[in-house]
């Protein structure tokens, strides 16, 4: 009879045959991440698969320090460690000691690597933004000079302000001379005295923008006294350098429109505020006008002579108000006395004498007003209108009074 081996016998011949497979031993596993888990003990769980196959995977805590980034679902990776088997479930799988990512993935590891280096050195913080002059003469422009990003860049340059100055670095913005080529750029304009600075490219992968992402490229826009404008690539696209420079622009033609500005669009503005100033001019010089006015009169009120005059004229109403008063008041007195003399005159005797009567009185200057009081041969005084005249009294008769029934 054959020999009969058991279950772990055979799964420790086979982990043997593992263990003596030099290649096995140490390998480089290329392949895409899936059923990633991170344990709670610190191992790494995860699938190393292609479109043709897959292998269980695991990364002990011991050998973390071999991983540079956080993995995830779908990255591509190349795995250094060993195949081996777990002989309790007969299964093999890789043994990973260190793990990167592959291609545009380890250039994205680097990117943010040293994205956290520079932010956390203070490259990227809002205090050291320097303001983008709005109004600018002299514009320079660091990138390739041939290319649709350059050719952008100065047509709408020209066509929002004919009048500023285009100064052209013509910098090589791929490969490995790139990153030396912008520094030198940034620098050359810098001491050219430029207003502001535009330094970019047009779109590409991650590769062609590569040279933006450099430290040194990164450095010199942070140590650049004139302030810099990144434009690189397309709106989607996301460099070192437009952290670190003071204003990003989606694009070149965006950077253009925010470095140079509207020189019609000023000149409009220019010309509203001088109709604006003007009408408040007009309308301030109104009101000085008008409140001189108004002092004028008020001192013209407020002054002696003005006083004076006011014065003047108020006792001259005053004068004319009196005389009239007094006119009336004598013209009624005048009245009233003409209605008294008028009945002092039916009073008077001598008015009475001068209708015809007289007036009789005796001896004695008593009047006579009764027969009975005289007697006959009395010497009795008759005043009449112009002098008296001495009577006798011859006779005298008494008339008969009548008596009503």
Not at 125 to 142: A, C, D, N, T
Not at 177 to 193: M, W
């Amino acid at each position: 009879m054959k020999n009969v081996y058991t279950v772990a016998q055979v799964n420790s011949y086979i982990k043997n045959m593992f263990t003596q497979d030099f290649l096995l031993q140490s390998i480089l596993v290329k392949g895409e991440v899936s059923n990633c888990k991170y344990h709670s003990s610190g191992h790494i769980y995860f699938t190393l698969k292609d479109e043709k196959g897959a292998i269980a995977c695991v990364m002990f805590a011991g050998n973390r320090s071999g991983l540079k980034f956080h993995m995830r679902e779908g990255q591509q990776v190349v795995v250094a460690g060993t195949v081996d088997v777990y002989e309790r479930d007969g299964k093999y799988q890789l043994y990973a000691r260190e793990i990167i990512l592959d291609g545009a993935g380890l250039l994205y590891e680097r990117f943010e690597q040293l994205k956290r280096e520079l932010e956390d050195r203070g490259l990227f913080s809002l205090e050291y933004k320097r303001q983008i002059p709005k109004f600018v003469r002299r514009l320079g422009v660091v990138t390739a000079p041939t290319g649709a990003a350059v050719r952008d860049i100065i047509n709408i340059a020209r066509r929002r302000n004919p009048y500023v100055q285009i100064i052209l670095y013509p910098a090589i913005v791929q490969g490995d001379q790139a990153p030396q080529s912008i520094v030198n750029g940034i620098r050359a304009l810098e001491q050219a005295g430029v207003d502001v600075m535009i330094v970019g490219r047009g779109g590409g992968s991650i590769e062609d923008l590569w040279a933006f992402n450099e430290e040194i490229v990164a450095q010199a826009i942070f140590d650049c006294s004139v302030p810099v404008i990144s434009a690189v690539g397309h709106e989607t696209d996301t460099t070192i350098a437009d952290y670190v420079a003071d204003l990003r622009a989606p694009t070149p033609s965006a950077g253009a429109e925010l470095a140079v500005y509207d020189a019609a669009l000023v000149e409009a503005q220019l010309k509203e505020a001088e109709a604006g100033l003007t009408r408040r001019m007009k309308q301030k010089i109104a009101a000085v006008r008008m409140q001189l006015q108004n002092s004028r009169t008020r001192l013209r009120y407020l002054s002696p002579m003005g006083q004076i005059r006011e014065k003047r004229n108020w006792l001259c109403q005053t004068e004319e108000r009196l005389q009239d008063r007094m006119e009336r008041r004598l013209q009624k007195n005048r009245h009233t006395l003409s209605l008294y003399v008028e009945k002092l005159k039916g009073l008077s005797p001598l008015e009475k004498l001068n209708q015809g009567f007289s007036h009789v009185a005796d001896r004695a200057g008593r009047t006579v007003t009764d027969v009975n009081r005289v007697q006959p041969g009395e010497l009795l005084t008759i005043h009449v209108k112009n002098g008296r005249i001495i009577a006798e009294v011859k006779e005298k008769e008494q008339w008969k009074q009548s008596t009503g029934s």
